[in-house]
């Protein structure tokens, strides 16, 4: 049986290892970024505020100043770094009531799977079924009460679900997405992540500096995190500029002195994080401010080069469908749906969001809409619908006639 079959001695040696290098993967970018920011921090306080500010130049009170902001920052970066990982993006699978337990009786006519397009034809067998059941519900009743048992549909969240961005089909009053591989109910913004092999809530991208993805939990820590180091890295990157342009200056090279190599190091590092991570903060402080996530700016893209056609009911292209953010309440609500009501909610990294499944817009799972923006995209959507339907009608009926004439 061994000799026959050799995989089954090596299948636990390859679990073992792919577990290992997962393990290692998801552990190097914390060990690196957390090694990287100590090593520049102790760089900063001996080299540049110490030896260069007390010692040499006798500027205490500027050294022991920037010493302290160092310390501050250097603190806050790593407080929120570690609570971004630790806090992690939040899943529709921490909640009981949002897992499916058994995919085999869904609700079909209430669901939908985004890997799943039905055609015309499927969606009118399916309400003539429907139509044929209930017609037949007497014969149904003599089949027994186990087979009515076995097809009792499992039906989706109702209390605690509200669906804005699925198309609802004609037979349901709502539509619910869900998801195949975690078997859960997916709400609003919420996208499976294949790093991190779970679905996320109003995921925004999978980061790989911090191994895990951001999403509605950790967003808030995130972005702090991105201010703070922005911040850490320009009194660095400035520290250093004004040391290394006073030693070229005075020609302290000519007098036998010597540059320290470390210093040269972290004003390039230091450089390079505050140019690139301040791009990044930016970008990121702007999705907050529209209330968009960095998948749904992609989405945009994707919406504009595919629906290039399309027109609302004031003419203009692509509103419908890549210009309509339904979740943009306004620069300030958006601000303090991420980051708290309080401004000392906006500074210091305090969590403001929970996993009680029936707190309304603080969970996840729920988010204010624009109703007027809402109610204007499903108008335009149904008229687009209704013309696209249309145009294939004359499409199916011009090509049976070309056909009857040949």
């Not at 026959?4 to 390859?14: E, L």
């Not at 619910?176 to 790093?195: E, M, T, V």
């Not at 729920?366 to 109610?375: H, L, M, P, T």
Request: hydrophobic share 35%; charged share 20%; glycine share 4%.
């Amino acid at each position: 049986m061994l000799i026959s079959h050799p995989r089954i001695m090596v299948r636990p040696w390859i679990t073992c290892a792919e577990s290992f290098c997962c393990a290692a993967a998801s552990l190097f970018p914390k060990v690196f970024c957390s090694l990287l920011l100590t090593w520049s921090h102790y760089v900063f306080l001996t080299n540049a505020v110490y030896d260069n500010m007390i010692v040499y130049q006798q500027r205490e009170v500027l050294g022991y100043f920037l010493a302290g902001i160092g310390c501050v920052l250097y603190g806050l970066c790593m407080y929120t770094y570690f609570k971004v990982v630790l806090v992690g993006p939040g899943s529709p699978l921490d909640f009981e009531e949002l897992k499916i337990k058994d995919m085999d009786r869904l609700a079909t006519r209430y669901t939908e799977n985004p890997y799943r397009q039905e055609s015309a034809e499927e969606e009118e067998e399916e309400e003539e079924e429907e139509e044929d059941n209930t017609n037949n519900g007497d014969g149904a009743e003599n089949q027994g009460t186990e087979q009515v048992a076995r097809r009792e549909p499992e039906q989706p969240p109702f209390d605690y679900v509200r669906m804005y961005t699925v198309k609802q089909k004609k037979s349901a009053p709502v539509a619910f997405r869900y998801c195949l591989k975690c078997s859960c109910w997916k709400p609003d913004r919420c996208h499976h992540c294949s790093s991190c092999q779970r679905c996320i809530l109003r995921m925004d991208h999978h980061c790989p500096w911090f191994a895990t993805c951001i999403g509605f939990h950790n967003q808030k820590f995130f972005l702090q995190f991105l201010i703070y180091l922005s911040v850490y890295c320009g009194i660095v990157f400035v520290c250093t500029l004004c040391l290394l342009w006073r030693f070229f200056t005075d020609e302290k090279y000519s007098e036998g002195e010597f540059l320290s190599l470390t210093l040269v190091f972290l004003f390039v590092i230091s450089l390079s994080f505050f140019f690139a991570v301040g791009v990044f903060t930016v970008f990121s402080g702007w999705l907050v401010l529209i209330n968009k996530t960095t998948i749904e700016v992609q989405e945009d893209k994707w919406h504009k080069s595919r629906n290039q056609y399309e027109f609302d009911t004031r003419n203009r292209e692509n509103s419908a469908n890549a210009n309509t953010n339904i979740f943009n309440i306004g620069h300030r609500k958006n601000l303090e749906s991420i980051l708290g009501t309080s401004y000392w909610t906006w500074i210091l990294p305090i969590g403001i969001t929970n996993k009680v499944i029936t707190d309304e817009f603080n969970n996840g799972i729920n988010f204010e809409i624009d109703q007027g923006a809402y109610d204007q995209w499903c108008y335009d959507s149904q008229l687009q619908d209704q013309l696209n339907q249309q145009v294939e009608d004359y499409v199916r009926r011009t090509r049976r006639e070309v056909n009857e004439s040949v």
